[in-house]
């Protein structure tokens, strides 16, 4: 059985308590921004859009909020119906004298944090509860690796890498969200850099024991030199693909040969 530690980043816990006060608070920003007046506020709260979009930015925010395999999507669809409702409002509902100002900046800010969540959704290791919304390539490798902590030091193996974290397989007791400075080398480039555990594991069927590291600072070298690294990861991962492609391919075609000759016979 499987046992993990996670914490959803501190801007998602925010954002999902916002969608799940949507009724209320979006109400009061439509009117604010786009000077509504009372009766066209009772209106829009009162319409069948309105309740169906709070019902479900109200789910959307649970789902942020326990880590749904289905959130991500559902607060892009929830995006796009903000924005489309935005035009509606402001050429059928506001009083305000220009209009664009406050479309602009409301269109921009639904745009600007959907972005900001896909950045925070990037899990750069491998994370069986939060695996839906990794989109940062990871490839698996087993690398040695030196951390310390607070003058503690701890060692493990780099289990798989991504330009912005990895999984250290590790039996040292680190703790999520503790600092760490992580050394290790990958294709004669030596590393070292500030990180910060977001997930820990015990040992389970699938899952070794051990700990997700995001990188929190990296020298402009180091950037380079990990973006090098992944490029050439990428590239032999490529090539393994295309080798059990063409192994697949072989055994298939003479296995169909077998049976034909098998026929003939």
């Not at 990188?215 to 380079?224: G, P, R, S, V």
């Amino acid at each position: 059985m499987l046992k993990s530690e996670a914490r959803n980043p501190r801007f998602v816990t925010i954002l999902a308590y916002i969608l799940l006060s949507f009724p209320l608070s979006y109400i009061l920003v439509l009117g604010s921004f786009y000077n509504l007046t009372l009766p066209k506020m009772v209106s829009i709260v009162f319409s069948f859009y309105y309740i169906a979009h709070s019902v479900f930015a109200v789910i959307t925010g649970f789902a942020l909020k326990k880590m749904k395999p289905f959130a991500w999507h559902f607060y892009v669809f929830h995006s796009f119906v903000m924005i489309v409702a935005q035009f509606v409002i402001a050429y059928r509902y506001s009083e305000a004298h220009i209009r664009e100002i406050p479309l602009g900046v409301i269109c921009a800010t639904i745009v600007g944090l959907l972005i900001f969540l896909k950045l925070e959704l990037r899990v750069p290791y491998f994370s069986p509860k939060i695996a839906w919304w990794e989109s940062d390539p990871r490839y698996k490798i087993s690398v040695p690796v030196e951390m310390t902590s607070d003058d503690h030091f701890y060692k493990g193996d780099i289990m798989d890498i991504s330009s912005s974290g990895c999984f250290v397989k590790t039996k040292d007791p680190l703790k999520v969200d503790q600092e760490i400075l992580i050394k290790f080398s990958l294709f004669d480039h030596k590393f070292e850099c500030q990180g910060r555990v977001v997930w820990r594991t015990e040992s389970g069927v699938t899952h070794p024991k051990g700990v997700g590291v995001r990188f929190n600072t990296l020298t402009k070298q180091n950037q380079a030199e990990l973006k090098d690294t992944v490029k050439k990861l990428k590239s032999l991962s490529r090539k393994f693909k295309d080798i059990r492609v063409e192994e697949k391919t072989s055994t298939m075609e003479r296995k169909i040969k077998e049976l034909a000759s098998q026929k003939k016979a």
